[in-house]
């Protein structure tokens, strides 16, 4: 049952990219080569983001929550913006509506996320006989980060590739974006600020990324009336 | 055509062979370390002319449990953790003397018995419960050594990590649900090798000779006096048995009369006319199996130039009496000698000291006291012990219940200064007289801290004889303490002959999961299979529409039609 459990918790953290790219009509307009291309961009950007931290970053004795290292930490995160940008508006795409185009980039996004930081602890750990809820949380926590990436890509889509938007909603665009961006600093505040507990930290990420992803369609479809 | 089908069968061939090194990849479930680990002491296994005794099987991965299971309960694939205060003797005289099948054992002990224990009392814990604790710690290490289990057997000591799992444990069992593979709980692994024989278990005798004063022109050979005591232990934990009374006591006390000695007889003045020879001989559970092979090194003209010898076993917690042990008659004179001094020094410091014959039987191989091998071979001999009966085979041999809070410094230091002083009116022919040689706070008096700080050496060192190789760091430090005190140590190694076998395999880690059951991993398999398809028709509808989900699952029917 050990063979068991990692492959149910893999099934919860890599299922829903399959299921994704499949249900939607991402399949259909064979936009697989976007999904690897913004799925390599997210590796350079990780590496990039690792120099970084390790060039400026002190390594810290307690678990506290250091206020200034955080805010470097969050500095580095837009490093991550920037690559999304890259993703979204360098790599030449076949023609692909823009619709279909940030979906694939979120979701190339967001497996590369889920393989990068997940499978090697779920390859490790959820194997062995002793049986945790962590890797089931885990699990979780990279569906909710499908989805931010997902609504990170589209908010990142409007602000860069659309040209006619609503005057309106452009503060509201910036604002709901920067928030997204910074969601894994506001997350490792709760875990080590307030002192939360994984489950607790997992349920508002979920949250969080519901909401957001419902702003996020709702300024997409408020964006796309003009045009159409 | 046959290019456009070979390329499919190689992709497909590729996809297979990649999906089966997953699968066997997957497979490799390596263990990984538990929540808990705890260090575990295995019981001993032993043949007696083939007849197996002891826990045969040193490996567990099965289910555990406490002694609140179900009485129908089929134990056969479970392990039972139960702490010695919980123990009653209904239950060990059913399962393991009704040999019941079991899938193992693990016995909890309280730190007090631990010698690993820091500091001899512990704290939330009263004298008056260590009493019957140790009784029963006894009774049961008898049963244990002398009944087959076929399932392994392991001794723990508690602490907080294994206290937690066990009210967990019990909590279990009290809803009525007993530990398997389908209802999760707790899983106890020991991975440990098969026991294997001990090829030839050492035996090593130490003695030390430290000569008397040889006038000139006497060509006779110095009588000699010999005190010996034998340093290995037997229990139902090797790696646990101490022996701190049995006979960490009896080695002590020789040490410091080799050490009272060796002061007297560095001065040519006070040299006595006597040769002393000290040994620390082993295999002395074993029918006393290194004391034969001792004294048969001797040659004929030293076993003949022994006056007596005075075996020491056990004297650590004695209040008022000793007893010597002989099986000479008690009309024979040297016996009547030595009963003399022994008794006169006794009277002066305050106790009685009894004389007891046992006659021994040539064709009983068992010897129950060290100096009956010295009888069969025509040496006077007597043992000094506190046990008024002789113990039976493998009895009082420094077991579990043999540590270092049960035995009394100040027993020992009165049996030191009545051995000594008895010696000494012998030697230096002071019958009679009432003259104290060692008395308090002079230069000759017993040494307490040297005996305290042995004593406590000796009650952190496990001693079984077949686990204790030549090259120990014990027995050079047995040699060195000897050599200090006499002019001549030598080391006879032998091999443990007869109808003792042992095998190996006395400590182990015991690693402890908690794991859940597999009703649990199919459910959770039912529930992301059931998210996973609901995600699916929730993004097909809002993307495609739901007429599009529909047509997923009918099959176009308007073709059909149309070829035919």
Known sequence: MTVFHFFNCAILTFGPHAVYY??????????????????????????????????????????????????????????????????????THRNISQNHKFQAVGLGWAFADSVLHRLAPLWVGARGLEFTWEYILQG?????????????????SLMWLRKNKPKTLIPIIYLCAGIVATMPSITSYLRRGLGWHLPKVVGFELFTSLVMAFISWQLFAACQRPSA | ??????????????????????????????????????????????????????????????????????????????????????????????YIGGSKPLGGLIFLLPQIFSFKNKGGASSNHDDGSKEPLKNVLDKLEQILIHTNLPYPVYFAFEDDNIDTVLLDIKKNDASGQPATATTGGYKFVVSATEPKKVGSPPITNIQGWLPGLKTDGDSHQLPT???????????????????????????????????????????????????????????????????????????????????????????????????????????????????????SVAEDLGFQVNLKHKKINI?????????????????????????????????????????????????IVRSVKLIAESLAKHIYGHQGKNVQIFADNSNLAVNPS????????????????????????????LKKELEDHTDEVNLQREVLDGMF??????TAQLNIYQVASVTFDLLLLLVLGSYLIVLFSFLVITTRGLDDLISLFRRPPSRKMKTA
């Not at chain 2, 000094?384 to 041999?397: D, K, M, V």
């Not at chain 2, 076998?501 to 006395?506: E, G, R």
Request: charged share 20%; with cysteine; aromatic share 10%.
């Open chain 1, 22 to 91: 499949s249900a939607t009509p991402l399949s259909e307009y064979d936009t697989l080569g976007t999904s690897i291309k913004a799925a390599v961009v997210y590796l350079a950007t990780a590496l990039v983001k690792l120099i970084c931290l390790a060039t400026f970053l002190k390594v810290s004795e307690s678990d506290s929550f250091d206020p200034y290292q955080e805010f470097l930490k969050a500095l580095i995160g837009f490093i991550d913006v920037a690559g999304l940008y890259f993703a979204l508006t360098q790599l």
């Open chain 1, 140 to 156: 979780l926590e990279a569906n909710a980060n499908l989805v931010l990436s997902i609504s990170l890509a589209g908010l990142g």
């Open chain 2, 1 to 94: 055509m046959a290019t456009v089908s070979k390329k499919p069968r190689n992709r497909e061939i590729l996809f297979d062979s990649v999906i089966a090194l997953v699968f066997i990849l997957v497979a490799c479930v390596d263990l990984c370390d538990g929540a808990t680990v705890v260090d575990v002491y295995r019981l001993i296994q032993y043949d007696i002319s083939g007849v197996p005794f002891g826990s045969r099987l040193a490996s567990i991965n099965h289910h555990a449990a406490s002694l609140h299971f179900a009485p129908s309960a089929d134990l056969s694939r479970t392990v039972l953790l139960i702490p010695l205060r919980e123990l009653n003797m209904s239950f060990v005289q059913e």
């Open chain 2, 225 to 343: 006096i010999a005190i010996v005591a034998s340093y290995d232990t037997f229990g139902a934990a090797p790696a646990l048995s101490v022996g701190s009374d049995s006979n960490g006591s009896g080695i002590v006390a020789l040490l410091e009369v080799a050490r009272l000695f060796s002061l007297l007889y560095s001065n040519p003045k006070t040299r006595g006319q006597y040769n002393l020879l000290f040994g620390l001989t082993s295999g002395g559970p074993y029918n006393y199996n290194g004391t034969r092979k001792w004294l048969q090194s001797f040659d004929q003209r030293l076993r003949e130039s022994i006056d007596y010898a005075i075996c020491l076993d056990s004297i650590g917690s004695w209040e008022n009496d000793l007893w010597i042990h002989v099986s000479k008659p008690p009309e024979n004179a040297f016996i009547k000698q030595i009963l003399e001094d022994f008794s």
């Open chain 2, 363 to 411: 064709s009983n191989p068992r010897v129950a006291w060290e100096h009956e091998q010295f009888s069969r071979l025509r040496v006077t001999a007597a043992t000094l012990s506190e046990l008024s009966t002789a113990p039976e085979l493998l009895q009082s041999t420094g077991g579990l219940v043999d540590g270092r809070q049960f035995v009394n410094e100040a027993a």
């Open chain 2, 450 to 477: 040297y005996i305290r700080s042995w004593l406590d050496v000796l009650s952190r060192t496990p001693r079984v004889a077949p686990f204790l190789s030549k090259d120990d760091p014990f027995i050079t430090a």
């Open chain 2, 501 to 506: 076998t042992f095998y190996d395999s006395t």
